[in-house]
């Protein structure tokens, strides 16, 4: 199970601190909780909302309709409570450091996985490929009904993957925003990967 990115009842305290910056939206919120962090945590709507209401019910916040949008501010009371904890921040700010690396992480660690099981199954393939293509060349026969095998495999393989990691990235997203640091290493390691095949087949 991903653990929480905020520490119980700290969420709080940060969204008075966005707030403090100035008047937001609920999605503006959001927003400037993901980028704040590199992308790699987005709370959802259910995790966001339910904290501004509480806010308003104790009255450290405020809310105003903008047309179809709801903006919400810091009250006077609000700044009382953020100024006695505002020792907090830093530490709220290292707690979620923490987290996000964790997350990120794990998604790196996936897509390392995934990348390696990749490379292997289409080495395997490619030679596969040239043993089938050699013999081929030395006995050539009428029929080959398992000449095409190999190349069935690789595009199997490369089916899987991309069905595999599509599953994962999208799992991660529903949970948190992607980081491009995740789609760089995605596309590195895809390059890497091409690099060996198409040594192998030139070997």
């Known amino acids: 199970m991903t653990p929480p990115v905020f520490a119980h009842g700290t969420l709080r305290l940060y969204l008075l601190a966005l707030l403090e910056e100035e008047p937001r939206h609920g999605y503006e919120l959001i927003q400037a909780l993901s980028d704040r962090f590199g992308g790699t945590y987005s709370p959802s709507a259910g995790t966001i909302y339910p904290r501004l209401a509480k806010l308003e019910e104790e009255g450290l916040v405020t809310k105003t309709a903008d047309g179809r949008k709801t903006v919400y501010a810091i009250t006077d009371a609000g700044r009382t409570e953020l100024d006695g904890r505002r020792h907090e921040l830093d530490a709220i700010e290292d707690q979620v450091t923490d987290s996000v690396r964790r997350l990120a ?3 790196r ?9 990749l490379r292997a199954e289409l080495a395997s393939a490619a030679r596969e490929a040239k043993r089938t293509a050699t013999k081929t060349r030395v006995d050539p026969a009428p029929a080959q009904p398992d000449a095409g095998r190999a190349l069935h495999e690789a595009e199997l393989a490369l089916s899987e ?4 990691m599509r599953t994962e990235l999208r799992s991660h997203e529903a949970r948190t925003r992607l980081g491009a640091d995740t789609v760089a290493i995605l596309r590195a390691g895809l390059a890497r990967t091409a690099d060996e095949v198409r040594a192998s087949l030139r070997a």
């Open 161 to 164: 993957f991309r069905q595999a």
């Open 105 to 107: 992480d794990g998604v």
């Open 109 to 117: 660690a996936e897509v390392g996985e995934a990348m390696r099981s």
